[in-house]
């Protein structure tokens, strides 16, 4: 790597690793547009990388270990190399901070989520003093208010945008709050800029992202109003939100559900439970009889909204009626497109410490959700077989000159159809289906097809 005087003219290639969710993607994006400004080129060989920089997720099962193993095998690509300069960032930096670089001294700079704006000024530091470096401080204001001035470059049909980080509500089984602290909104008018950045770079659908994303509230302004703005920008044509807590679900949040052009029907809010007993262990402060309500509103509103969600199965203390109760949940409700996984501590959260559920019985009960989760989609799949649906066309699959989009419940839907169709949306009639993709062919007929 260079010194500090001749970083920005020098062609440096940074290679970006992204592990988890959609925040941590689009983090990535905004790390990258904000390394450019240093001289940074984006490469995807990893071995030809002069900044090797891991942006990694604490959610998931042995996530710190993942970290570990990764730059492992960094280390032994880079044997007989000069070694790259290691970032690592994300939810297990800021878990972990310091006592990274002290465990894996390949580590040159850990980074926390809220840190970001302050990265160009640490690899400069880096470099200039060759001192290993640990910045975790919790300051989502002054990230935002630095990124703002930095173009969004992401060019992607349908582009994340981050509106809203951190939690306040710290149920017992999660890290959010530690890794990503308290709860931020950014300001209405700094999103709305954002969404036309997108839409000028060619976005289509924009999905709202936030750890507690109908919980934004920024002066008087709330999610639905961003909804309604964003709708006037006539580039989009599907807006969507990630992910919700069944608290935040506010009458103006519900109601625009009837009204909004553009606000897509599935409502993705992570309900974890059936059972109000696990609900209160896990401290998610609300109850099923509320869940409940918010879907029945939704429905009698617009009765083509379908719900997806998360469960996490086999909590500490759930019995067999508790279990019961989240099985008849996912019976009433039909879920579709939803996560379910066993239950799996994390260090440092309240539900670190409780006794473990035998394994059997956890998976058992899971296989259990799982097919019924897996049914519920087949059928809903199957029952669009036949008909017209609408697609947002995303690309075209060099493989098989197929079409790639995704229905208006982010179904992937592979299709024969027209390279003008990309970027629009378009009537698909579905010949055929299976539990995760619908089969059919584009009825825009205007457009030379594809053999
Ligand atoms: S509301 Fe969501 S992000 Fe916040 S603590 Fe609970 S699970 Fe984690």
Do not use: W
């Amino acid at each position: 790597m260079g010194s500090k005087k001749n970083l920005s003219n020098m062609s440096q290639k940074i290679f970006i690793k992204t592990f988890g969710c959609q925040m941590n993607e689009y983090d990535s994006n905004r790390i990258f547009d904000t390394v450019k400004k240093i001289g940074f080129k984006k490469t995807e060989n990893y071995k030809e990388a002069d900044c090797y920089l891991l942006n990694t997720c604490h959610i998931r099962d042995k996530a710190k270990e993942k970290v570990y193993h990764d730059i492992g095998r960094v280390k032994d690509s880079f044997k007989s190399k000069k070694k790259p300069f290691v970032i690592v960032a994300g939810c297990v930096a800021q878990a972990e901070n310091n006592e990274m670089l002290k465990r894996e001294p390949y580590i040159d700079l850990v980074i926390g989520p809220q840190a970001y704006h302050k990265i160009n000024d640490k690899i400069e530091e880096y470099l200039s003093k060759q001192k290993k470096l640990e910045e975790t401080d919790f300051d989502a204001e002054a990230k935002f208010d630095y990124l703002k001035r930095i173009k969004n470059n992401t060019s992607k049909i349908s582009s994340f945008l981050t509106i809203q980080e951190g939690c306040d509500k710290f149920c017992h089984f999660c890290v959010v709050p530690y890794t990503r602290g308290p709860e931020y909104s950014r300001p209405f008018s700094e999103v709305i800029d954002e969404a036309k950045i997108l839409a000028e770079n060619g976005a289509r659908e924009i999905t709202l992202l936030g750890q507690n994303v109908n919980a934004y509230k920024n002066k008087n302004f709330k999610l639905s109003n961003l909804i309604l703005e964003i709708e006037k920008i006539s580039e989009i044509k599907r807006i969507r939100y990630y992910t919700s807590h069944p608290k935040d679900m506010t009458d103006d949040l519900v109601e625009v559900y009837g009204f909004s052009k553009k606000l897509m029907p599935l409502v993705h809010l992570p309900v974890q439970s059936g059972s109000d007993k696990i609900l209160k262990l896990m401290n998610r402060k609300h109850f099923i009889s509320d869940y409940i309500k918010t879907y029945e509103r939704l429905k009698n509103i617009n009765s083509s909204i379908e719900f997806s969600s998360d469960f996490i199965i086999a909590y500490p203390g759930e019995n067999e009626n508790d279990f019961n109760s989240t099985f008849d949940l996912i019976k009433n409700i039909k879920f579709i497109n939803s996560f379910s996984y066993i239950f799996n501590p994390r260090p440092g959260t309240v539900a670190s410490n409780l006794k473990i559920i035998d394994k059997k019985i956890s998976l058992q009960r899971l296989e259990k959700v799982q097919k019924k989760l897996f049914d519920n989609q087949i059928e809903m799949n199957k029952s669009l077989e036949n008909r017209e649906i609408d697609v947002l066309v995303e690309n075209k699959s060099n493989k098989n000159a197929k079409f790639f989009g995704r229905s208006e419940y982010m179904t992937s839907v592979i299709f024969d159809g027209n390279d003008n169709d990309v970027g629009s949306v378009i009537k698909v009639r579905i010949n055929k289906s299976n539990q995760n993709t619908l089969f059919g062919e584009s009825l825009n007929k205007s457009e030379q097809k594809v053999a």
